[in-house]
């Protein structure tokens, strides 16, 4: 009995720090996406308000995905 107890206490400090690892790492590249995507989108809202200065496209329609022309 204390050998299968031993036993499952070494697998767990073997797979734990694993588990661990592997989480942090998800955790650290969908932060990292997330910014990519926070820094791409803020340069295209300004392009598109740049592009649109002439005042005929709302650019907060542009960035909801509404092309009106007024």
Not at 41 to 65: F, K, L, P, W
């Amino acid at each position: 009995m204390k050998a299968k107890q031993g036993n499952a206490v070494i697998e767990a400090a073997l797979v734990l720090p694993l588990i661990i690892l592997i989480s942090a790492a998800l955790i650290r590249a969908g932060s990292d996406m997330s910014s990519r995507v926070i820094e791409t989108s803020s340069v295209h809202a300004e392009q598109a308000r740049a592009e649109c200065e002439g005042g005929m496209v709302d650019t907060e329609d542009i960035m909801r995905g509404r092309w009106v022309l007024r």
